[in-house]
């Protein structure tokens, strides 16, 4: 990928989780990256195609992100516990936008088949880097579980995001579902 497509596929994911998919306009991600009004423009001929590639370019940043957190077993339940937990907490914290960008597009994947796509082998992928993951510490059923955990990080992050103000400590939650003998 050239320099420049990606200098403006990192601003449309900045803008989407400033303002989010409505605010994906030309002018707002060329504002953004700092390039000569229509650069945006000349990467993605039409709106559908900008969505299309910030969309795929966050779903390979997040498949680079996930296989570094899953390039090594946890040392336990507790240290995944842990590592989940400051997950959530850089998800809310100096990943806010991206996280934003995140659920934005993820909810406008909802109504755009072509978008859905992209996502539904993203999943694939995480679920199965975690359920190898899960079963390197031999908890039954890993898959399942993996994706209980996901569930979960979705969710509070989610939670968090809308109710800023709440009380934040996501650790128990990830740990009774590591614990669970009953998945």
């Known amino acids: 990928m050239s320099r420049r ?24 991600v060329d504002q953004e990256a700092g390039v000569p009004a229509g650069t945006t423009s000349n990467c993605f001929r039409n709106r559908a195609a900008l969505l299309h590639g910030v969309l795929a370019h966050l779903v390979e940043e997040d498949r680079r992100a996930w296989e570094r957190f899953t390039s090594r077993a946890p040392g336990g339940i507790d240290e995944l516990a842990e590592t989940l937990a400051e997950l959530a907490r850089h998800s809310i914290g100096p990943g806010r936008t991206r996280t934003r960008a995140r659920y934005a597009l993820f909810l406008e994947a909802g109504t755009r088949p072509e978008l859905a796509e992209l996502l539904t082998g993203g999943r694939a992928a995480v679920l199965d880097w975690g359920a190898d993951w899960l079963a390197g510490l031999d908890l039954p059923a890993p898959r ?11 969710g509070i992050v989610l939670h968090q995001l809308t109710f800023p103000g709440e009380p934040f400590d996501p650790e128990p939650g990830f740990r009774a579902i590591l614990t669970d003998e009953t998945t």
């Open 5 to 28: 497509r990606q200098q403006v596929l990192d601003a449309a994911l900045t803008v989407v989780g400033a303002e989010g998919a409505r605010g994906l306009t030309y002018q707002a």
């Open 144 to 154: 399942e579980r993996y994706r209980r955990l996901i569930a979960q990080l979705d």
